[in-house]
């Protein structure tokens, strides 16, 4: 099965701007997950949807949001980007009923 | 929140050496889960540790849960070059058993000179 996807490989944005990631899950899977890797930071819990709404989110500010469409693939939006936000940002899908998640090849944002 | 702590941050071996992470959390944890993160890659789940006391293996990686399900290991015997990459611990953000996210050590890059 195909794993799960990401675009754009790559994001260069100047700070103040806006940004959208999109993700694409593992067919059958209902959850999708946002996690930011920043350096030195490890990989940090940004958001989580599940059927169409936000379930729950982690420690970011509200200019990080996201949503998940019917098919069940999901954008994540950061709004006034600033230099901190540069990362690499992780997506991972996991199917209900199981436990883990399996994680897309993320996108590399850069703030400048 | 719920942190998990991990060390080493870094772990230089001999290939055919012993290696071994340790993660230990604030909080009881209902479960534990570990990746691994190969160098320019993304994280893979490698297994996920429920019960007190719990040991798993999977050919040379051995994987315990502690008593109190406060901390966890992953021991790697005889490593090998595929080896290489960066292990993480991770667990329950909330009480949803992992389910409404999770929250990652820091990590624990293996290095291996040949």
């Known amino acids: 099965e195909a794993g799960v996807t990401q675009s754009p490989t790559h994001l260069i944005k100047t700070r103040g701007q806006q940004a959208t990631l999109r993700c694409s899950p593992i067919s059958g899977h209902t959850s999708v997950y946002w996690y930011q890797q920043a350096l030195g930071l490890g990989l940090q819990f940004l958001l989580w949807y599940d059927e169409g709404e936000e379930r729950n989110r982690g420690n970011f500010p509200p200019r990080f949001s996201g949503r998940q469409f019917p098919n069940y693939s999901s954008e994540l939006n950061v709004n006034a980007l600033e230099l901190e936000d540069s990362a690499l940002y992780l997506c991972?899908?996991?199917?209900?009923?199981?436990?883990?998640?399996?994680f897309g090849p993320g996108t590399r944002l850069t703030v400048t | 929140g719920q942190q998990v702590m991990q060390i080493p941050q870094y772990q230089h071996v001999q290939e055919g050496e012993d290696f071994t992470t340790y993660c230990n959390s604030s909080t009881t944890l209902s479960n534990i889960q570990w990746y691994k993160q190969r160098p320019g890659g993304h994280p893979v789940f490698l297994i996920q540790l429920v019960k007190s006391g719990e040991v798993k293996k999977q050919k040379r990686l051995t994987f315990q849960f502690g008593e109190a399900k406060k901390n966890s290991s992953l021991h790697i015997t005889a490593t090998q070059t595929t080896d290489v990459g960066t292990y993480f611990c991770a667990g329950p953000v909330g009480s949803g058993g992992g389910a409404d996210g999770l929250t990652f050590g820091k990590g624990t890059h293996l290095i291996i000179q040949p």
């Open positions: 991972a899908s996991r199917r209900t009923g199981r436990y883990e998640q399996y």
